[in-house]
Nanobody, 127 residues
């Protein structure tokens, strides 16, 4: 499967952006996740969901501000980002996991768990 991310850009503190990640085919049983990498830092988990259902999961740093969702008709996953902060500035990557591991209803994948990656989308939040 190939992933195409889009929707990054420049926004002021407190603003909103929506990232999209379109898959090249139906990925019903995949795990989907967003990661981000800020300059000089390691790539970190942001949010995830299992395409077939179940609850979404979030990093503590974005919970309550970001929302992950999917559109089955478009094979697309979204990341709605509200109340953006300067520390959200990073390159955002979407990724798919062919064999997602769910524990207690939660799916918190590691970077190395992901099967394929989309190209990054730059998000810059200016103060």
């Amino acid at each position: 499967v190939q992933l195409q991310a889009s929707g990054g850009g420049l926004v002021q503190t407190g603003g909103s952006l929506r990232l999209s990640c379109a898959a090249s085919k139906r990925i019903f049983n995949y795990g989907m996740a967003w990661f981000r990498q800020a300059p000089g830092k390691e790539r970190e988990f942001v949010s995830s969901l299992i395409w077939s259902g179940g609850r979404a999961n979030y990093a503590d740093s974005v919970r309550g501000r970001f929302t992950i969702s999917r559109d089955d008709t478009k094979n697309t996953v979204y990341l709605q980002m509200n109340s953006l902060k300067s520390e959200d500035t990073a390159v955002y990557y979407c990724a798919a996991d062919r064999h997602p591991l769910v524990r207690g209803g939660d799916y918190y994948p590691l970077h190395g768990d992901m099967t394929c990656w989309g190209k990054g989308a730059q998000v810059t939040v200016s103060s």
